[in-house]
């Protein structure tokens, strides 16, 4: 727990002058700030990672903003060579959360397993490979299904890479705990898998199985991840689940796994008076029921005036959203009057509000920790975590207004593209700030 609180430090800093007599602003330690340098970025893996995964994450936001933008214009249209959903959605789930997973786990794993640290210079095939391949697919997602494909396929092939170097990793280590380390390694494979069968499913014209690799990249890849890395890392699991003896309750992490195991088979295909259906809305209405009583329990055992015990907390209130919009689909499916506007909210509730939630804690945690900062959550970054909140509900408010009825398509339209910039200028200000300093020294002298 102590890792998790925090302390305000004043500081005395001075303003020197450079050679050519103009001041410098002065980094925290009192000296001047240096440059930006690439080369800072090899220092340490999630500087590497975190930065590709930055990177990501602004231009899939600045390349769903213009689409929409575009759309609304008077006779435009978007030329699509992969499916628009499709191909927003691959970007969603695959382009940017998997660099941040490898920035964090390499620079957290060997920690977690009593190794030495990794050299950042491990990434660099994968952090050029990622850049490369998703570059081709958002070129060929436009111009050639073919293109798109490839693009794909050198994703898949560098995150084979670095799936292959983790549990090399997990299988090194000398920790008599590698519960966490190895549900995440798995968790990787199956992402490595799901890559591969969108980069076929492309190549081969197969939408179907475009839409199984969605499904497992969401429910069997990322989602576990979350899960296993917040019941390793978030104070709440220590004191919020029921009396026990042990620091993380492994009961409670194999049952959130197994809950998030059986979403893809039971949500294929909802239908009316389907027992799988009917079993879906039980499942995951108890599940919300269960992560809400959690998140209230929570909330009385935690102080969430402390702005990043309050950012895990909504990421994970989202969870609870996302799996009961989950049963509401599947209940509206069963007695017959399905829609798909509740199974889509759920999918950004889960996406948007507890995924990036939490990844925004995380990363903004570790970045200010790894910088030698006191203040993991300032005043700037809680601003931002705000802003994606207002994004969220922007995303469900036009969920809710249906886009193929026609008095509602103009609001759809223009509460997605609402979302949309929301995202995009939160997700363009938080990474252009903490990029600024994985490409500098850190701010208390010390190296790393």
């Known amino acids: 727990m102590a890792s998790w609180r925090f302390a305000i430090a004043t500081q005395t800093t001075r303003v020197s002058l450079s050679p050519a007599g103009r001041p410098q602003r002065p980094a925290r330690g009192g000296g001047p700030v240096e440059p930006w340098r690439f080369v800072r970025l090899l220092s340490a893996p999630h500087r ?38 499709h191909a927003h959605a691959l970007l969603m789930i695959f382009s940017f959360m998997p660099m941040f997973f490898a920035g964090f786990l390499f620079t957290a794993g060997p920690r977690w397993l009593a190794l030495p640290a990794v050299d950042a210079r491990v990434l660099l095939p994968v952090a050029f490979a990622w850049l490369t391949g998703w570059g081709a697919f958002l070129a060929g997602a436009h111009a050639g299904a073919p293109l798109a494909a490839v693009g794909l396929a050198i994703v898949a092939s560098a995150w084979s890479l670095f799936t292959t170097r983790l549990v090399q990793m997990v ?86 796994l197994a809950v998030l ?30 992560v809400g009583g959690l998140a209230l329990r929570w909330a009385r055992v935690q102080n969430l005036r402390i702005h990043l015990l309050a950012m895990l907390h909504v990421g994970f209130v989202w969870l609870g959203i996302a799996l009961a919009l989950q049963a509401l689909a599947a209940w509206l499916a069963w007695s017959g009057h399905g829609t798909p506007e509740p ?73 997605l593209l609402a979302a949309a910039a929301a995202w995009a200028a939160v997700m363009l200000a938080w990474s252009a700030r903490y990029v600024r300093w994985y490409g500098r020294p850190r701010s208390d002298g010390r190296p790393g």
């Open 48 to 85: 590497l990672g975190f930065s590709v995964g930055a990177a990501m994450l602004s231009a899939g936001a600045l390349w769903w903003l213009a689409v929409l933008a575009w759309r609304l214009g008077p006779g435009l249209s978007v030329s699509w060579a992969v499916g628009s959903a």
């Open 171 to 256: 299988r090194a280590g000398r920790a008599a705990d590698r519960t966490h380390l190895r549900v995440i390694a798995a968790a990787c494979g199956i992402g490595a898998a799901a890559l591969w069968l969108a980069a076929s499913g492309i190549a081969l014209g197969e939408p179907l199985l475009v839409q199984i690799a969605l499904s497992a990249g969401l429910w069997w890849f990322l989602a576990p991840v979350f899960a296993a890395a917040s019941h390793r890392m978030v104070p709440f699991f220590d004191v919020a689940a029921p009396r026990l003896d042990e620091r993380h309750p492994n009961w409670l992490l194999w049952t959130w």
């Open 261 to 290: 195991a059986v979403q893809p088979p039971l949500a294929a295909g909802l239908s009316e008076h389907d027992a799988a259906t009917l079993a879906t809305a039980v499942l995951d209405g108890a599940a919300a029921l269960a």
């Open 343 to 415: 199974r889509l909210a759920a999918l950004h509730a889960l996406g948007m509000g507890s995924f990036a939630s939490t990844q925004l804690a995380f990363v903004t945690r570790v970045s200010a920790g790894q910088d030698g900062r006191a203040h993991s959550v300032d005043g700037l970054a809680w601003a931002l975590f705000l802003g994606l909140q207002a994004a969220v509900a922007l995303r469900l408010a036009a969920t809710a207004l249906p886009a193929w009825q026609p008095g509602w398509r103009l609001g759809h339209e223009a509460l």
